[in-house]
């Protein structure tokens, strides 16, 4: 008969410590997952948690992976098995408002820079979910690293592709910041009932369009968004990019549904 091959393993489905471990073993003893939640919501802050691990932890609480993947009572009992097991860990939070002022890019800095400057401890690397450094300021970066003496203000990175599926510390720190975002969309929804955010979180569901349609922003809103049924004529930020446009016509909701997924 035909020769036997040998099944290939099935790769891992769950997140673990194996590339956190690699980093360790070449010298980054403090090793920090980064992840952010609220990048593509409508209204309410933009948060990046931050988890950190040494040598000496042991494998993560049973359930952790990436946020988007567990439901609401899964993550919420996850918190604090993920904050024992941690060496440090925090969140950190950049406002509506300051994500309309300065932009999301520079908003998500900010909110991992407060997140970093919370823990207590100065990881010797960070773990980015994703293809872009958006920790790290611009000037820090390439030529300019070497402009100033007074050395970079935020520790090494290094990004990754879907490390919230790979990274225990990634997947944790995503959990910690859904948690931490959500429960204060909850909040917020008591002072704005109409958006709906205590079930949507401030993403663009329909009954928060419609209540955007009907009754405008409020001022928890990015309103420097092109938001769906409003429209100001002013500049617009483009998500992806993090830079600035100014957009000729009202957006539909279509056309933004496809900018904030």
């Known amino acids: 008969g035909a020769p036997r091959t040998m099944a290939r393993p099935a790769p891992s489905k769950k997140p673990s410590l194996r590339v956190e471990r690699a980093l360790q073993r070449s010298g980054h003893r403090l090793l920090a997952g980064m992840d952010e939640v609220g990048r593509g919501a409508l209204a309410g802050p933009v948060s990046v948690g931050v988890v950190v691990i040494d040598e000496t932890v042991r494998s993560a609480p049973i359930g952790v992976k990436d946020s988007k993947l567990l439901t609401e009572r899964a993550r919420t009992v996850l918190v604090p098995r993920i904050q024992r097991w941690a060496v440090a860990h925090a969140v950190g939070h ?82 910690l910041a859904k948690v931490e975002r959500d429960q204060m969309m909850v909040a917020l929804s ?68 496809t900018a904030i997924r």
């Not at 999301?104 to 960070?126: H, Y």
């Not at 003496?149 to 990004?159: A, I």
């Not at 958006?195 to 419609?210: F, I, T, V």
């Open 190 to 257: 008591s002072d704005h009932p109409a958006y709906g955010w205590s079930l949507n979180k401030g993403y663009s569901a329909p009954e928060h369009m419609d209540a955007l349609a009907r009754l405008g922003p409020c001022e928890l809103h990015r309103r420097s968004w092109r938001l769906p049924g409003v429209y100001s004529g002013g500049p617009v930020e483009v998500l992806n990019e993090g830079t600035e446009t100014f957009a000729p016509e009202p957006a539909t909701a279509e056309q933004t549904g």
């Open 94 to 175: 950049a406002s509506a408002e300051e994500i309309d002022e300065i932009g999301i890019m520079a908003s998500l800095r900010l909110a991992g820079l407060r997140a970093l400057g919370s823990l207590g401890v100065v990881p010797d690397l960070v773990i980015l979910d994703g293809n872009h450094d958006w920790l790290t300021a611009p000037t820090e970066m390439g030529l300019f690293a070497f402009a100033d003496d007074s050395g970079p203000t935020t520790p090494p990175v290094t990004t990754m592709i879907k490390a919230d599926l790979k990274c225990s510390s990634v997947a944790a720190a995503s959990v």
